[in-house]
């Protein structure tokens, strides 16, 4: 789990109770995993995945207040984190652009062709696929709380990522 | 999970995949993007941080330190810039701005410890005017016209000024501070001390407030009447403002509280004179 629930939460609970410099800290600690995870759905090195991304913290920002259970402001950011990605991956039809820029922000450190294809394959995934899986396999969540996370059934989120698994399996060499 | 995958096997895939997103996962932060201002994270993420402090602060009632998110915290910049002696705060506009010439060189403050991550050196930026607009009141940075750096003081919320207009749009009811939140309410006069007053919101240490607490803000929105000697109206820190405000509680939140200036009126700090 790239963030450490317990120290989250335990800030969430004061930025919600009005702690003007725990807000400071949580969006600290919470920044790494929104942007990225949105990074992630949108497709890396996109124009439309850093705007997502920054849109997605603004959004944590403004609405810490409204926060009702600091004990899920991890899956509350992923939410508001995996929204904010799948429109914008919708509006900006990135899975036409993706090869190129993606392979813009994969070097130097150059990976191999099996790597590439799985990329490349990743990046040609509906969206919705594509969140969940960088929901269960980057960010891990269970497939519940991918479920609660997009607002979906739990076997939604089990076909789908049966079906992802299907589809890059197909894609690799 | 029933069918077969031909050619890989599921787990090796799923650990493929992890390692591929964590390779492709990028650094912690919004990148900027390339043909835009180089303060495109700063600003929107620090105006949000500000509006977020705000929200928390007034959820408070008293007692805390109201500590100022966006000028002290080394993770993000404040969204302002520094032009003839003057701070400006920016914010994000509905519509694209409409520029109307040259003001010259801006600063944009220095903050936070590291330079590329969150922090920044001090750093000059081309300023242009608003259309309509006043350079005194509000100003842009050439290049972006998503954000409006209004000068603190100036009142953004009134409307029929081109202020209000670059901000808001053909949308005089805007903002409408009394929406939602302010379902339990009373009015109350109250007189206070300006701190500070960025997008014409006041942060003020209350002279007597009774129950409400001694540093809170003061929220005027387009149906405040604000009374004040200059046109446009402006307020400084240390000038004393009386209002009439709605002192709005949420009826299922018992921290909640908002004061919204149904009335205004700006009292200029009368400055020592030095001979006398």
Not at chain 1, 109 to 123: G, I
Not at chain 2, 52 to 64: D, E, P, S, Y
Not at chain 2, 102 to 111: K, M, Q, Y
Not at chain 2, 246 to 274: E, G, Q, S, W
Request: aromatic letters at 4%.
């Amino acid at each position: 789990m790239p963030v450490d629930k317990t120290n989250v939460t335990a800030i969430a609970r004061r930025a919600v109770n009005g702690d003007t410099n725990a807000l400071a800290d949580l969006l600290g600690e919470l920044a790494p995993f929104v942007v990225r995870t949105t990074r992630l759905i949108v497709g890396a090195g996109t124009a439309a995945a850093e705007d997502a991304a920054q849109e997605a913290l603004i959004d944590v920002a403004r609405r810490i207040a409204t926060l009702r259970d600091p004990e899920a402001v991890v899956s509350w950011a992923a939410q508001i984190a995996t929204r904010r990605a799948l429109r914008a991956a919708r509006s900006e039809r990135l899975r036409r652009q993706s090869d190129v820029e993606v392979q813009a922000v994969q070097s130097p450190e150059r990976v191999n062709d099996h790597r590439a294809a799985l990329s490349a394959a990743f990046d040609r995934l509906p969206r919705r696929q594509r969140a969940i899986a960088v929901l269960r396999l980057y960010a891990g969540f269970s497939e519940r709380e991918t479920a609660d996370v997009l607002g979906i059934t739990l076997g939604a989120v089990k076909s789908q990522l049966h079906q992802a698994r299907s589809t890059l399996s197909a894609a690799l060499p | 999970m029933n069918d077969e995958i031909d050619t890989i096997d599921p787990i090796d895939l799923d650990r493929e995949l992890r390692e591929m997103l964590l390779a492709r996962e990028g650094p912690e932060t919004p990148q900027p993007r390339v043909r835009r201002s180089r303060r495109w994270i700063a600003v929107p993420l620090a105006a949000a941080i500000a509006t977020a402090a705000m929200a928390v602060v007034v959820l408070t009632q008293g007692g805390r330190n109201h500590h100022d998110v966006t000028a002290s915290s080394g993770a993000q910049c404040a969204a302002a810039l520094e032009w003839h002696g003057a701070t400006y705060t920016g914010t994000r506009v509905p519509h694209p701005l409409s520029f109307d010439g040259g003001l010259g060189e801006g600063t944009l403050p220095a903050c936070g410890d590291n330079p590329g991550e969150g922090g920044r050196a001090a750093t000059r930026t081309s300023l242009v005017a608003v259309a309509g607009v006043s350079p005194e009141q509000a100003v842009a940075i050439a290049g972006d016209s998503a954000t409006l750096y209004v000068a603190y003081g100036y009142f953004p919320q009134q409307p029929g000024t081109a202020l209000h207009r670059a901000l808001y749009g053909n949308r005089p009811g805007l903002p409408d501070e009394r929406e939602n939140d302010c379902a339990n309410t009373k009015l109350q006069t109250v007189e206070a001390t300006v701190s500070t007053a960025r997008l014409g919101i006041l942060r003020v240490k209350l002279a007597d407030g009774g129950d409400l607490p001694r540093e809170t803000f003061i929220f005027p929105d387009a149906r405040t009447i604000i009374i004040a000697d200059g046109d446009p109206p402006h307020v400084r820190p240390g000038d004393t403002v009386r209002a009439d405000v709605l002192v709005c509680r949420h009826p299922n939140d018992k921290r909640f509280l908002k004061l919204v200036a149904t009335k205004l009126a700006i009292a200029k700090r009368v400055i020592a004179d030095a001979t006398g």
